[in-house]
């Protein structure tokens, strides 16, 4: 989630391209007043809000905290800068800290497949110099192995009530064959074991796998007999260009969208398997939308607008 020179350029073209809109007949205004946004793709969509998070420009909050090697003090551990208890930051989002020693417990290889222990850590969340421009910075998110442990980072949004929405993420990720960055929607089942009422959207970046290669999910994947075909999208990134260098990510979850995933311009993967959750929307006209309704309900007939799984 940072920015290198391309980036800066192109917002300098922005600029440019609004003042000379300025000056015919479609005045500028302030964000305030704007109630309505466009995004901008094949197919666009309206929405009634945006954020935009900007960590170019963070040289007072430049800090690299030392790796925490003890379990329960990474989880303690304080924000690694103030910029991490501004309301400007916390009114948006939340570190997480919370670890899986719990599922773990429970030996139950359907809803955990981890072997080593694992802990989010705020110690883990930092603004960080660009190792090429001084003058530039970029949040950092890092993972690390310790000899017993494995310490994460991880934010969540303080908003659980998005029904649609367009996220873009300027990322690249780098490091040692085993971790994984990811951006991604989530809606918990009802119950924990309920694994296949999830309502998930992943976009993943593994460093086990090819430089040139992410992987594109919507959940659940797969059921009690097997995978679900076309819910996952494997895809080359364009150009040659790989996930260790800056690249723009994109993910729309909208009406018809399928999920569809673009990345530097251009849309790479959309995974076709999509279910509706329980008393979801599953059919009707001009609905667009998952078709198919997640196990244990079935789409059923309300009227001529409007199915709802069952």
């Given amino acids: 989630m940072a920015t290198d020179s391309p980036r800066k350029l192109a917002f300098v073209v922005a600029a440019a391209s609004m003042a000379a809109v300025a000056r015919g007949a479609y005045p500028l205004t302030t964000d305030s007043n704007c109630h309505c946004y466009k995004t901008n793709a094949t197919t666009t969509n309206y929405f009634s809000h945006h954020q935009f998070f900007d960590f170019r420009s963070l040289q007072q909050y430049a800090n690299v905290p ?59 969340i930092y603004i960080e110099r660009d190792e090429q421009q001084q003058q530039m910075t970029h949040l950092t998110l890092r993972t690390v192995r310790h000899a017993e ?79 679900i075909p076309d819910a996952t999208r494997n895809v080359t990134l364009p150009g040659g260009r790989r996930w260790s260098e800056w690249a723009d990510y994109r993910m729309d979850w909208t009406p018809g969208s399928g999920t569809p995933v673009l990345m530097t311009g251009g849309q790479q993967g959309q995974p076709q398997a999509c279910t509706s959750a329980k008393y979801g929307q599953c059919a009707g006209k001009n609905w ?22 069952l």
């Fill in 66 to 124: 030392k790796p925490i090697d003890n379990f329960d003090a990474n989880a303690a551990a304080p924000p690694s800068s103030p910029f991490f208890s501004n309301s400007n930051f916390t009114n948006a989002w939340a570190i997480m800290n919370w670890n899986n020693t719990a599922l773990l417990g429970l030996d139950n290889t359907t809803l955990n497949d981890a072997s080593v222990k694992m802990v989010n850590s705020p110690n883990n």
């Fill in 149 to 227: 442990f494995q310490s994460s980072a991880e934010l969540e949004s303080l908003s659980q009530g998005y029904q649609f929405l367009s996220v873009r993420m300027h990322a690249r990720t780098k490091g040692a064959a085993g971790a994984v960055a990811a951006m991604f929607t989530y809606r918990p089942p009802p119950q924990p074991h309920e694994i296949g009422l999830v309502q998930e959207a992943d976009l993943e970046i593994r460093t086990r796998d090819p430089p040139t290669c992410v992987q594109y999910t919507n959940q659940p994947a797969w059921n009690s007999t097997s995978d």
């Fill in 288 to 309: 667009n939308g998952c078709l198919s309704c997640a196990t244990g309900s079935t789409c059923r007939f309300q009227n001529d607008y409007y199915s709802q799984c």
